[in-house]
């Protein structure tokens, strides 16, 4: 799964210090996100958050 911010495409699986450098923020700010995203999705990993997008992503097929 790929998200779009400003031109920057990151990978919803590469680690927070590659894309805190991509958006040039901190690294702390990356996992307060990744931390937020995961807790409103409620799940755990970046694998269980692939998963779960990709359930809804084939459900709106």
Known sequence: MNWDFSG???SF???N???A???DIAVATVKMHRANAFEKMSVHS???ALHKLNAV???DR
């Open 21 to 23: 450098s991509d958006l």
């Open 57 to 59: 992503k084939d459900k």
């Open 46 to 48: 970046s694998i269980e």
């Open 8 to 10: 920057t495409t990151i």
């Open 13 to 15: 699986l590469e680690i």
């Open 17 to 19: 210090k590659e894309i």
